[in-house]
């Protein structure tokens, strides 16, 4: 997707006169949709900690034997699930509460996952305040991966090789994502700043030792280690795949821009189409659109808010992008490729130049 750079957008894209946003949110509310759902939450928490619960005993029941990778993988998809949970927390989804909200989210955060609630939080609403700004959004900050043809050209070290093969690996680099969010919370409470960086640190270590005890009394030490590794690569690849699809691919900004909230969430973010089961499986975060125009919607009434939001979009001229799960895929690392071939034209012009 073309980078918008300190330019005015297109004439479809400019704000308004009077706020477009509010009049959709009229439409929104008007429908019941901002709506607390406690039913709902009541049964999909309930419904998780049985699963969570009966895992482990599954795992303790089987015992010492290599059939556990199989529990592994099982395991992964749950702990995704109760991430899906920790993220309509970190939302206020379930409850109003902010402080009620950041207590819970230590138990599906720190607690289940070994991920730090606190980090993460402030993470996740950096990147929904600026979707997709390579100065401001840490979804898109330089790293490994160069999200845009301008990030390629400042890219340095390991980035330069990376990113000129980044298409290729960028599935293979997600089994890793979950021992980085592990890593992640662990830094996040070994300095200070973090708020209740003590209950935070606690929960964390409950978990490991905990996550830890459990696979080598249970496991032999093989074992223990390659369960810990299957575990995590399924979580991560898992998390990464339902995630990549929201921005991944789609315009990104630097500098200043015109754009209101209203053209600024949609034209950054994907929705990926689907049944119940992608609703299930991606944890509502395929209607990213509606999601990140009211993050604060329950994610069981973002299949409702979807028909409400396009037509508006459609009314307005704003571009509303939509897709199957696997186009989506296609479509994040078609943009990734393209993105790293100012690397590669520069690694075939260094080849020329020694030949």
Known sequence: MTLIADQAPSAAARPKTGSDFAELGRRINAAGLMNRRPAYYVIRFAAMAAVFIGGWTA???????????????????????IAFLGHDLAHRQVI???????????FTGNLANGMGYGWWNDKHNRHHANPNHEELDPDVAPGLFVWSKRQAGFAQGIATWFGKYQAQLFFPILTLEGLNLNWSGIKSVMKPGLKNRGMEALFLAIHWAAYLSALFIVLSPGKAIVFLLVHKAVWGLYMGSVFAPNHKGMPTFVGETELDFLRKQVLTSRNVKGGWFTNFALGGLNYQIEHHLFPAMPSVNLAKAQPIVEEFCMEKDIPYHATGLIQSWREALGELHEHGEPLRAAARAAKAAKA
């Open 59 to 81: 795992f303790a029941l089987i015992g010492d034997t290599w059939l556990q990778m199989f529990t592994a993988a099982f395991m992964a998809l749950v702990s995704a699930q």
């Open 96 to 106: 109003r509460s902010r402080a009620t909200s950041e207590r819970m989210g230590w």
